[in-house]
């Protein structure tokens, strides 16, 4: 019988990226599965039940329920493991944190997302992933920006790590390795980034470090 929680997982996966951070802040000993989404693990038949959004990140409980989507799942870990709250007490900021991580899961994500090349790439016959996530990506962090501008201290929103962080440095990250953004025409994320990133629990979370990159 399944005792650890086991997180379904790919080392380059931004939103697996964000759980591996929440797991590591809040101390949680889990059992990570590896799922190469280039090869379409994702998909195949081994997986049809642990993955039933054929998606990563997924965590299996002990009991066998299975949760999806990266909010989700660090919502349920962040009521249930209590220890290093990540979202805030103070209903307002709560929701300040909460749509500052929506910015980047409904706002970018999905635009720099292999499903999404998969079907315009069907449709469109010169077609620049790069390009056209640094456009998407470009706008979006000029917001970013701002909403850091007004709420930042030493991390997002204020000197306390909160979930907004464990979802900003993934996707800094990710568009400055896979889409090559420049991150200093973003003065505040870039600062706020640099303070998180050397974190232990969040190198240790990081796609480099994981036992399936390549």
């Known amino acids: 019988m399944q005792q650890k929680l086991r997180l379904y997982t790919y080392f380059r996966s931004s939103t697996s990226h964000r759980i591996r951070i929440v797991l590591n802040l ?70 300040k944190v909460r749509g500052f991580c929506e910015l980047i899961n409904s706002g970018m994500h999905p635009y720099q997302n292999l499903i999404m090349f998969e079907w315009i790439e069907k449709y469109v016959e010169k077609f620049d992933r790069v390009e056209f996530v640094q456009n998407v990506l470009k706008s979006e962090f000029q917001t970013m920006e701002k909403l850091l501008l007004q709420n930042h201290g030493k991390y997002s929103f204020g000197d306390e790590i909160t979930l907004a962080d464990c979802f900003l440095v993934p996707q800094v990250m990710g568009a400055i390795a896979r889409f090559k953004l420049d991150i200093t025409l973003f003065p505040t994320i870039q600062e706020v980034y640099n303070n998180l990133k050397d974190l232990p629990q969040f190198y240790k979370a990081q796609p480099d470090q994981q036992p399936d990159f390549k």
């Open 26 to 95: 809040k101390e949680i000993d889990y059992e990570p599965k590896f799922v190469n989404l280039l090869q379409g693990e994702h998909k195949s038949e081994d997986n049809k039940q642990e993955l039933p959004n054929q998606a990563v990140p997924a965590l299996h409980l002990p009991d066998g329920t299975i949760l999806i989507e990266s909010m989700a799942i660090a919502e349920y870990l962040d009521e249930v493991y209590p220890q290093k709250k990540l979202l805030p007490q103070d209903p307002v900021l709560k929701a």
